[in-house]
T-cell receptor
Framework: QKEVEQDPGPLSVPEGAIVSLNCTYSNSAFQYFMWYRQYSRKGPELLMYTYSSGNKEDGRFTAQVDKSSKYISLFIRDSQPSDSATYLCAMSVTGTASKLTFGTGTRLQVTL | DVKVTQSSRYLVKRTGEKVFLECVQDMDHENMFWYRQDPGLGLRLIYFSYDVKMKEKGDIPEGYSVSREKKERFSLILESASTNQTSMYLC??????????????FGPGTRLTVL
């Protein structure tokens, strides 16, 4: 069993839809939870990060962490074609010099 | 802007060749990382370095070695390339700190094909 599980998609939604991306994990020691966005032929870039449980909002993006269920989510409101990318969740344990464990990524396509 | 550059975007090598992948960052970051990215497997950590001349094995170090002689440069070496090392290789750098989160900044990747 992988430490971090993520549905690979692809996920296709119309412009303006609300998108929900999710990851589950098995290591209860994870404290930091991140979402990276990766456009085709580019390296990943950090979208959002959350420490421990709770919600964090940044514009159209909301990250949620439920440590009791070992489940994290990224919501995208009013999705745009420019949101089409692969979204990777990543997690780290405090005290490991930022060593990250990644999910496999979900490919999202937002259509006009 | 933080910039992480990788020496090649695309590379084709023969089985048995020694391969060097170079990564340079311009933000004076302590930590540097090498990952490979494969469909269905995501990003897997090969090696990382938290200081000059220091290195730590990641999750899949077999068949690879690294070198960090200068703070800004981190090299990945495939001593004898094999076809199962065909992959996308991503370098990242980040600030130090063992007890807090620090963002990792990624380069554009090198697509390596071993024939």
């Amino acid at each position: 069993q992988k430490e971090v599980e993520q549905d690979p998609g692809p996920l296709s939604v119309p412009e303006g839809a609300i998108v929900s991306l999710n990851c589950t994990y098995s290591n209860s020691a994870f404290q930091y939870f991140m979402w990276y966005r990766q456009y085709s032929r580019k390296g990943p870039e950090l979208l959002m990060y959350t420490y421990s449980s709770g919600n964090k909002e940044d514009g159209r993006f909301t990250a949620q962490v439920d440590k009791s269920s070992k489940y994290i989510s990224l919501f995208i409101r009013d999705s745009q074609p420019s949101d089409s990318a692969t979204y990777l969740c990543a997690m780290s344990v405090t005290g490991t010099a930022s060593k990250l464990t990644f999910g496999t990524g979900t490919r999202l396509q937002v259509t006009l | 802007d933080v910039k992480v550059t990788q020496s090649s975007r695309y590379l084709v090598k023969r089985t048995g060749e020694k391969v060097f992948l170079e990564c340079v960052q311009d933000m004076d970051h302590e930590n540097m990382f090498w990952y490979r990215q494969d469909p269905g497997l995501g990003l897997r950590l090969i090696y990382f370095s938290y200081d000059v001349k220091m290195k730590e094995k990641g999750d899949i170090p077999e068949g690879y070695s690294v070198s960090r002689e200068k703070k800004e440069r981190f090299s990945l070496i495939l001593e004898s390339a094999s076809t199962n090392q065909t992959s996308m290789y991503l370098c990242a750098s980040g600030t130090g700190g063992l007890t807090s989160y620090n963002e990792q900044f990624f380069g554009p990747g090198t697509r390596l094909t071993v024939l």
